[in-house]
């Protein structure tokens, strides 16, 4: 629903953009762009901030390792 809404509401806009003054059409048409970009930057921000966190530390996982070694070496 919120995309056919979007749709019909840039057709208005794209019809009345073609009825104004150029200079007129290209600021608005400029700003649109513009904010798409920006809001695509700020997702993209957001995605990276939510994936970038759950990274294990590699000193805990070195740790690990060792200890799993030791294992080893104290079996045989």
Request: one cysteine or more.
């Amino acid at each position: 629903m919120y995309l056919l809404f979007v749709i019909i509401l840039f057709s208005l806009l794209g019809f009345t953009l073609v009825s104004v003054d150029p200079l007129l059409a290209g600021i608005v048409g400029f700003a649109i762009i513009a904010g798409c970009l920006f809001k695509i930057i700020h997702m993209l921000n957001d995605l990276h901030k939510h994936f970038s966190i759950e990274k294990p530390k590699k000193e805990s996982v070195q740790e690990e390792f060792d200890r799993y070694l030791k294992e080893l070496d104290d079996r045989k």
